[in-house]
């Protein structure tokens, strides 16, 4: 039989940090676009070239036409521009928001039937747009943000604690940024809440750390922004869909009424399997906590509300 097959869209950072985390799995074969020539062909060849030593036994292939990604059970978008200075957040969306509708276009002429992970930045709102462009069933558009702050808050906790990450589990909830939700109540190591284990000042300091974590790495890193832990979040996702596994995980999803949240995309629990988001798990959450989920939502909201303007601005002007 033939293996299964993940496209990533964009062979950056992150693109290529996720081919080779997945490629290492050996459930599917890779290929990687971008539209850099050369690139992506390079960058697949030297992981080929892993592969004797590493035990990667799936094809992985670059390429600069979108055609290769045919059949494709999973596309990774990662494709998009970093925000440069001087560059305002508009200006991102605008950018990102025309790079995501042509890569989304050519999922539809080339991998109809294949699951979407987002990854591009602002993710909940590229996760939106690649739901309105392609029509897909909300199940299969999701994004990738939650198990990358649910595992962020994780390894604080462990490094508070000095204990291994291995038993220490932890949820978070809400949009991709400052805004997002980490749940103390819903943390545990071996299955004990880190309420009693943490004092109160130190989970907030973790939770604020947790919500600034990207940009903590874009000032240490200074010329881009994280990709290991990235890249480790969306093979997680996209093993789980894969191998049907239904492992419940945090993501960005389409919310119908789940929290008494509607019309947006933002990150909730989730169950992963074949057919993407097959679950919405809905637990308790303290008012407070729902008060800023709902906070988190509205965010969101705006900046969709703010990319429906520009594009109505680009139709204007025709
Ligand atoms: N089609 C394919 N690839 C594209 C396109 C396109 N239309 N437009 C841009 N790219 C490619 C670029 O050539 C580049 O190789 O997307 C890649 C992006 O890679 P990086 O600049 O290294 O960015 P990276 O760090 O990988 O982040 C990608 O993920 O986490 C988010 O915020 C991050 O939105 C950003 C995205």
């Known amino acids: 039989m033939a293996n299964m097959k993940a496209a990533i869209i964009g062979a950056g950072n992150v693109g290529a940090s996720t081919a080779l985390k997945l490629a290492e799995l050996n459930i599917a074969d890779i290929v990687m676009t971008d539209l850099v020539e050369g690139m992506p062909q390079g960058k697949a060849l030297d992981m080929m070239e892993s592969a004797p030593l590493s035990g990667i036994d799936v094809s992985i292939t670059g390429t600069n036409d979108y055609k290769e990604i045919a059949g494709s059970d999973i596309v990774v978008i990662t494709a998009g521009v970093p925000r440069k200075p001087g560059m305002s957040r508009d200006d991102l969306l605008k950018i990102n928001a025309h790079i995501i509708g042509e890569v989304v276009d050519d999922v539809l002429r080339h991998a109809p039937d ?22 897909f069933d909300k199940r299969r558009v999701l994004g990738m943000a939650g198990v990358l702050d649910s595992v962020r808050f994780r390894c604080f906790i462990a490094m508070e604690l ?45 939770i604020s750390r947790t919500r ?17 832990a990235p890249a480790a979040a969306v093979a997680a996702m996209a093993e ?79």
Do not use: W
């Open 212 to 228: 600034k974590a990207g940009g903590e790495i874009v000032a240490l890193l200074k010329t881009g922004s994280a990709y290991y």
């Open 114 to 135: 294949a699951i979407i992970i987002m990854v591009t930045n602002p993710l909940d709102v590229m996760t939106y747009l690649a739901y309105q462009r392609s029509g």
């Open 162 to 206: 000095g204990v291994s990450v291995k038993e220490v589990s932890a949820m978070v909830l809400g949009g991709h940024g400052d805004s997002m939700v980490p749940l103390p109540d819903y943390s545990t190591v071996s299955g004990i809440p880190i309420v009693e284990l943490i004092p109160k000042e130190a989970i907030d300091r973790m």
């Open 240 to 318: 789980s869909i894969l191998l049907d596994q239904k492992q419940l995980l945090p993501c960005c999803t389409k919310l119908d009424g789940e929290y008494g949240l509607s019309h947006v995309f933002v990150g909730v629990p989730v169950i992963l399997g074949k057919e993407g988001v097959e679950k919405v798990v809905e637990v308790p959450l303290s008012p407070e906590d729902s008060e800023k989920l709902k906070q988190s939502a509205e965010h969101v909201k705006s900046t969709m509300e703010d990319l429906r303007k520009l594009s109505d601005t680009d139709r204007a002007e025709g």
